[in-house]
């Protein structure tokens, strides 16, 4: 029998057989019960390494899956301005926009248009621009002096010059 846990391990072999342990308070404990409690314990505590190493590997691959999605929401960004001039050209030229047409430039025009109506992209970048408005905010609060506005105005800039460089 051994008394409840106590990390000291006072022995008393005079009152006790081997292996009792006592503590300041407590009843007594079968060891082989302290054993699997143990046991138990430092299963639970491997486990908890094992997904806490989970979570981040996690977090790492969302980030990275964002940025990703980010960059491609700012190309098609940056395509859907050079279609949107191809299709000013088209249109200026006298071309128009008719589905299944044999002249190619008018099947072209037609699919341009519905490549431009197409919301995804916006709703990305409209949800990227959010983002950083929300992350603008908290910088200028985390400030911890009573900032001016030409301090808060600094502090907006070089955000704003972060985000056009990607960083």
């Keep these: 029998m051994v008394q409840r846990y ?11 057989a081997p292996f009792a342990r006592e503590a300041q ?9 302290y054993e699997v409690l143990k046991a138990d314990r430092d299963a639970l ?4 390494e094992r997904l806490s190493g989970m979570l981040t590997e996690s977090r790492v691959a969302t980030k990275s899956a964002e940025e990703r999605a980010d960059a491609l ?14 299709i000013g050209i088209f ?24 490549v431009i ?4 992209t916006d709703a990305a970048l409209a949800a990227i621009q959010e983002q950083a408005i929300e992350d603008a905010v908290k910088k200028v609060l985390s400030v911890d002096t009573i900032a ?11 955000y704003a010059t972060e985000l056009r460089e990607a960083k």
């Design 6 to 16: 106590n990390p000291d391990y006072v022995m008393h072999a005079a009152r006790f």
């Design 117 to 120: 109506r197409q919301p995804a």
């Design 73 to 86: 929401a700012v190309e098609n960004a940056a395509r859907g301005e050079i279609i949107e001039r191809l």
């Design 45 to 48: 505590a491997q486990r908890i």
């Design 25 to 33: 308070h407590g009843e007594f404990v079968k060891f082989f019960d």
């Design 91 to 114: 249109t200026a030229s006298g071309y128009h926009a008719m589905q299944n047409s044999h002249d190619p430039c008018s099947s072209l025009l037609f699919d341009a248009f519905q």
């Design 148 to 158: 001016s506005t030409a301090v808060i105005s600094h502090l907006l800039r070089t």
